[in-house]
């Protein structure tokens, strides 16, 4: 039990709260409606027009991405969604300068996975 101390109350005697009890963060949660989120971020990688220069970093996106599907845990498809996030980085500075709209494309979809990994982290 988490104590918090206000007013003239006694933290010993005077608890308020508790602790999430193991697995069942906010970070499951998300775990457990995983595909519903990762469709949107995977339809954006499809709709990327490939070229050769950065076809290997999109194909390396979507394996990363299956893989935080079938990942068993919350941290495991985190993991996942990180190294997608670094596949499209990559992407997107192979583009920079001669594809700038495509690099902020593959950069924003980078950030959508990393902020799913985020919160497959919470707590």
């Known amino acids: 039990m988490i104590l918090l101390k206000h007013g003239s109350h ?3 005697t ?3 709260g508790g602790l999430v009890p193991h697995g069942s963060t906010g970070g499951d949660a998300v775990h457990r409606n ?3 989120h990762l469709a949107p971020i995977s339809a954006k990688i499809d709709a990327v027009k490939t070229n050769p220069t950065i076809a290997g970093d999109l194909a390396q996106a979507k394996v990363t991405l299956h ?3 079938i990942a068993p845990t919350a941290a495991a498809s985190a993991q996942a ?3 997608t996030r670094l596949a499209l980085s990559s992407a997107a500075r192979k583009v ?3 594809n700038t ?3 902020i494309t593959l950069a924003d979809i980078g950030k959508e996975a990393q902020r799913l990994a985020d919160a ?3 707590a």
């Open 67 to 69: 893989a935080a599907s």
């Open 34 to 36: 995983l595909d519903k």
């Open 10 to 12: 006694d933290q010993k």
């Open 96 to 98: 920079t300068g001669t």
């Open 120 to 122: 497959l982290g919470r």
């Open 101 to 103: 709209p495509l690099a």
């Open 14 to 16: 005077h608890g308020h």
């Open 81 to 83: 969604l990180g190294n």
